[in-house]
């Protein structure tokens, strides 16, 4: 903020993108419904994302949260607004390729791991190398180095009920970096987990992002968690502050 408490170009709210935005998301709104029932969710929200960095999103439950995460990622489309990746509007026709763009560009991961319970570990983080195009020996070779980078080698045929929480989060985590995807977005990643279990997939987490460098938005109620990212923003009014 500048000293008259007005942001500053490039921060959350500000209206001019910086030049270094890996990501940028300007005056997004969402809404639902219409008439008496509609529900502002996002009011004229604008963010950027530069590349490297790790940004946590704190807010109360219904705070828009998951609906931001979900725009960024291109998995909803804004009631008005853009979003940009590389200074592309990943929703304009002339853009991006938006299925591409959710396939190999981003990497997701949720609260709940969404593991296939027919599958094993490595069939699940195989699965989404191969609805891509990937041959199935690449995507086997590439499942089983990720197994070893989340350290569970030893459960590469282990269906997700044989796994424990945390395991099963590392999984989660494994298949999202699959395809060395260049941002990783995390709705409450370790919101099922216990505190100790949590710590452990979020250390996980925050060294696999210095490693392979990602770039990284964090949904999250955990302040303590929050504060090892090198942003926190808060979710308010459907503005972040």
Not at 50 to 79: Q, V, W, Y
Not at 186 to 201: F, H, I, K, S, W
Request: charge should be neutral; glycine fraction near 10%; aromatic fraction near 4%.
């Amino acid at each position: 903020m500048n000293e008259a408490g007005q942001p500053l170009e490039g921060q959350a709210d500000g209206t001019a993108e910086r030049p270094d935005a890996l990501l940028s998301a300007r005056r997004l709104t969402k809404t639902y419904g219409a008439g008496a029932t509609r529900i502002e969710v996002l009011r004229d929200l604008s963010l950027d994302v530069t590349a490297g960095e790790m940004i946590a999103i704190l807010g109360a439950s219904g705070s828009g949260k998951s609906t931001l995460l979900h725009l960024l990622g291109g998995l909803d489309r804004p009631t008005d607004g853009s979003v940009r990746f590389c200074g592309f509007d990943i929703f304009s026709a002339a853009g991006v390729d938006l299925p591409r763009f959710r396939s190999r560009i981003v990497g997701f991961m949720f609260q709940y791991h969404h593991l296939l319970p027919e599958f094993t570990a490595l069939e699940n983080i195989m699965m989404p190398a191969l609805i891509d195009g990937w041959d199935r020996a690449t995507a086997q070779t590439r499942a089983g180095e990720m197994l070893r980078m989340v350290s569970l080698p030893g459960r590469s045929d282990h269906r997700p009920a044989e796994l424990s929480g945390g395991e099963q989060q590392r999984v989660a985590l494994a298949r999202a970096l699959c395809r060395s995807p260049r941002v990783l977005l995390a709705d409450e990643p370790t919101g099922n987990l216990d505190a100790r279990t949590g710590e452990q997939v979020f250390s996980l987490l925050h060294e696999l992002h210095a490693s392979t460098g990602l770039t990284s938005v964090i949904v999250t109620h955990n302040d303590r968690l929050a504060a090892r990212c090198d942003r926190r923003l808060h979710l308010e009014d459907g503005k972040l502050r």
